[in-house]
């Protein structure tokens, strides 16, 4: 090599070595950027709702209001309505009578309805609207306690088919079809003479649901093993079912959903079914 294309090769190296130090130094400066750059108006809502969500009564209560000032801003947004329907559960749980009550759940009922509607496929706009469903049916007459029964069974389904995953929703189905599988013919026939088809769940569908939830999330909540050991009761395992019992003994917590008022309610729902239908 001459000592011309010696100088020339060492220019280019000293360009090569210098073009790496500006693009690792660019690329630094850019992710340093990125980490200091705010979140967007709408994820920084939704994170906030989430945490007071979570919080205690006194902080849950600020949800609904947090999220009612964005409303205009936001009421397209699909992630932002199926947290509204949600606060509104939280807010009916907080309220004090059962008129308020009923119309925290009805408005609830209405956000769901539009949260799904601006996206179907969005597996938590259904679980919560089947929430408010069932809440509402505490308020409701005979006919559409059992109309909310059958909207809560059919968005825990949708909820599942969207992100079968989620343990809550196989929780509450167990829920639903423990409640249904101990309906009296005569309580089936009053259904069925309202909308023509009585619900149908065995005990058998009640386990396998409730095993689902423990599949997905072992120690889940003592809840979930409690009906557990209901379920093995009823189909005569009693071993199965003392196991069941021992492990809800053992377990000190349950999930933030499950222990939630509004689930709770729904339950209670749910274990009413066949007094009204």
Not at 203 to 232: I, W
Request: glycine share 4%.
């Amino acid at each position: 090599m001459s000592s011309s294309e010696f100088m020339l090769h060492q220019k280019l190296l000293g360009w090569q070595q210098h073009l790496r130090y500006m693009t690792a130094l660019t690329d630094s400066e850019d992710e340093d950027h990125k980490a200091e750059e705010p979140l967007d108006e709408l994820t920084a809502l939704l994170q906030r709702a989430d945490g007071l969500h979570k919080a205690n009564d006194n902080k849950k209560k600020e949800g609904l209001s947090t999220l009612l000032e964005k409303k205009e801003e936001f009421e397209q947004k699909c992630q932002y309505l199926w947290r509204l329907t949600r606060a509104y559960a939280d807010a009916h749980d907080l309220a004090g009578d059962s008129q308020e009550k009923k119309k925290f759940a009805e408005k609830g009922k209405q956000v769901g309805a539009q949260a799904i509607s601006v996206n179907p496929m969005c597996a938590e706009s259904h679980q919560w609207y089947a929430i408010v469903c069932g809440l509402l049916s505490e308020y409701e007459s005979v006919q559409n306690k059992i109309k909310n029964g059958y909207l809560f069974k059919d968005h825990l389904d949708k909820a599942i088919e969207l992100k079968p995953q989620d343990p809550l929703s196989y929780y509450l189905l167990g829920r639903w079809c423990y409640a249904v599988a101990q309906c009296t013919w005569i309580e089936r026939k009053i259904a069925a003479t309202l909308f023509g088809e009585p619900p149908s769940a065995t005990m058998q569908d009640a386990l396998q649901n409730f095993l689902k939830a423990e599949e997905l999330c072992p120690k889940y909540s003592k809840f979930n093993y409690v009906f557990l050991a209901k379920c093995y009761k009823d189909l005569g395992q009693k071993t199965q079912a003392k196991k069941m019992c021992d492990a809800a003994a053992a377990l000190k917590t349950v999930t933030q959903e499950v222990s939630s008022q509004s689930v709770f309610s729904v339950c209670l729902h749910c274990t009413a079914v066949n007094h009204v239908l």
